[in-house]
Nanobody, 115 residues
Framework: QVQLVESGGGLVQAGGSLRLSCAASGSIFRLNVMGWYRQTPGEQRELVARITSGGSTYYVDSVKGRFTISRDNAKNTVYLQMNSLKPEDTAVYYC?????????WGQGTQVTVSS
């Protein structure tokens, strides 16, 4: 049984920062990809950033230069440092773990950026 537990969401003013964390537990394969998605009401879930177990990263264009994804393989934990937040970053953020072709999801954490 794989579980993902997220923390770090909240309310912040535009221009502020938040740091999301996601800890995975259970049977975790060494080779995997961890990432963050976000979703607003009525919209599809969107990939924000992901990082492989080897450290390769990907960012959606809208967050490049503002968000940084990192991970601690020893702790099976992924982080998302979000700086210069904008109101359009408001969403529920979901942690994702992909390994051996299967996706696992966290429960989601709300990020609200006020203007």
């Amino acid at each position: 049984q794989v579980q993902l537990v997220e923390s770090g969401g909240g309310l912040v003013q535009a221009g502020g920062s938040l740091r999301l964390s996601c800890a995975a537990s259970g049977s975790i394969f060494r080779l995997n990809v961890m990432g963050w998605y976000r979703q607003t009401p009525g919209e599809q879930r969107e990939l924000v950033a992901r990082i492989t177990s080897g450290g390769s990263t990907y960012y959606v264009d809208s967050v490049k230069g503002r968000f940084t994804i990192s991970r601690d393989n020893a702790k099976n934990t992924v982080y998302l440092q979000m700086n210069s937040l904008k109101p359009e970053d408001t969403a529920v953020y979901y942690c994702n773990l992909n390994m051996v072709g299967l996706d696992y999801w966290g429960q989601g954490t709300q990020v609200t950026v006020s203007s």
